[in-house]
């Protein structure tokens, strides 16, 4: 796909680093074109004309001044399923959609606009503070909600989760995005001492919030004849787990809420785990771990 673009917006695009040329991408991708071909002069060559035939067969390109440039996003993620292809040995990555399919939205935008959680008007300002301190600084991957009976904890917990599933629906392929295999499940996980004390406690009340958005019912709807769980869109589910040392195993946790109910402390029934051994369990490949205090 192609485009005539002026050269006022050939500076316009440049200052704001959308576009990048066809010679850079060629110029780059020379020396690893070498290297692939084992320095063979001509097949390297070869390669290199291959790559960018299937460059400007895949990404979105215009005409600026008699050049082609490229969207840098696109070049991004079609450089990247290169890369991954190559390093494993499997091209099938070079058939995977990349990037947003919609942009992403703030969590306040997301917890307060009628379009999404229609929450204005609901919830407080300090829980809103709070989530844009959670999802704005980059550097958090656990948190733990204490307070008294009412302070919102459960609240908190919804909306977080909510925004999590929502930042993934903006994906193309979440998976590859976070580099797992194509089709892979990705799993939110709430546990409690039992899974029907999950359901109860958390699950219930996030469902309603999901199935009462005009955003996930338009475009990320879950499977309607499934109540145990949320079943999305592109493998993606939130379960209510016991916290039973095997119930998180196999699964690819993207983020965990371990309920206050669960004790730090080591009961006496032997199924029970500790929340350190709960949390080594589910976090190898998680984002976030949402605790429960008293």
């Not at 020396?31 to 692939?36: F, N």
């Not at 193309?172 to 990705?186: H, Y």
Request: proline share 4%.
């Amino acid at each position: 796909m192609t485009s005539e673009i002026s050269p006022e917006e050939h500076i316009l695009y440049h200052s704001n680093m959308e576009w990048v040329s066809a010679q850079s991408i060629e110029d780059n991708l020379r020396e690893v074109a070498d290297e692939e071909a084992g320095h063979d002069g001509a097949k390297a060559v070869g390669t290199l004309q291959t790559w960018m035939e299937k460059l400007v067969g895949d990404c979105e390109s215009t005409t600026i001044q008699g050049a082609t440039f490229f969207l840098y996003s696109d070049v991004y993620h079609w450089l990247d399923n290169w890369r991954r292809a190559i390093h494993r040995g499997d091209y099938d990555y070079l058939k995977q959609p990349r990037g947003l399919i919609r942009p992403i939205v703030s969590v306040e935008e997301f917890i307060l606009s009628s379009e999404y959680l229609r929450q204005e008007g609901v919830v407080r300002y300090a829980i809103i503070k709070e989530l844009v301190r959670l999802f704005t600084t980059g550097h958090y991957i656990e948190a733990v909600l204490t307070g008294g009976i009412g302070i919102g904890k459960n609240y908190f917990a919804d909306l977080a989760l909510s925004y999590m599933v929502y930042r993934l629906s903006c994906f193309q392929s979440p998976q590859v995005e976070f580099d797992l295999a194509p089709g892979s499940n990705i799993v939110f996980a709430l546990q409690s001492v039992t899974e029907k004390l999950a359901k109860k406690v958390v699950f219930s009340s996030f469902r309603e919030k999901i199935l009462d958005s005009p955003y996930f019912q338009q475009n990320f709807p879950p499977d309607s004849g499934i109540k145990t769980e949320l079943k999305f869109p592109n493998n993606i589910s939130v379960t209510p787990l016991s916290s039973s040392d095997t119930s998180a195993l196999g699964m690819n946790v993207f983020a965990a809420l371990l309920m206050r109910s669960i004790s730090c402390q080591r009961p006496k029934a032997p199924r029970w785990l500790n929340c350190g051994e709960r949390k080594n369990t589910i976090r190898p490949r998680m984002s976030i771990l949402l605790f429960f205090g008293g």
